[in-house]
């Protein structure tokens, strides 16, 4: 069992940046592939990034390329993402999720383990 709890959002005007963590709780933490989702208002949960369990690989969706970051430190059961040049449409509750196909199927469904989620909000 992993429990997922996020901090880091905010608020932040366009162009700032914001690094969100998720804490894990767990002694299989460093099992899983972890990621991170978005979901704004009256849309769907999407991918945004993940890394492998061992933190070699990662992948992103295209509109963060270049702008975030996605890291963990399996020492400390924790996964981060930098958010760069932050803009409006980035705004969204953000979550942690971890599950062991997440890097290669990017895929809310088959999601094992969820965090409650931060706000993101960026201002124009």
């Known amino acids: 069992q992993v429990q997922l709890v996020e901090s880091g959002g905010g608020l932040v005007q366009a162009g700032g940046s914001l690094r969100l963590s998720c804490a894990a709780s767990g002694r299989t933490f460093s099992d899983y592939s972890m990621g991170w989702f978005c979901q704004a208002p009256g849309k769907e949960r999407e991918f945004v990034a993940a890394?492998?369990?061992?933190?070699?690989?990662?992948g992103y969706r295209n509109s963060v390329k270049g702008r975030f970051t996605i890291s963990r430190d399996n020492a400390k059961n924790t996964v981060y993402l930098q958010m760069n040049s932050l803009k409006p449409e980035d705004t969204a509750l953000y979550y942690c999720?971890?599950?062991?196909?997440?890097?290669?199927?990017?895929?809310?469904?088959?999601?094992?383990?969820w965090g409650q989620g931060t706000q993101v909000t960026v201002s124009s």
């Open positions: 890394i492998s369990s061992s933190g070699t690989n990662t």
């Open positions: 999720a971890g599950g062991r196909s997440l890097l290669t199927s990017r895929n809310s469904r088959i999601v094992d383990y």
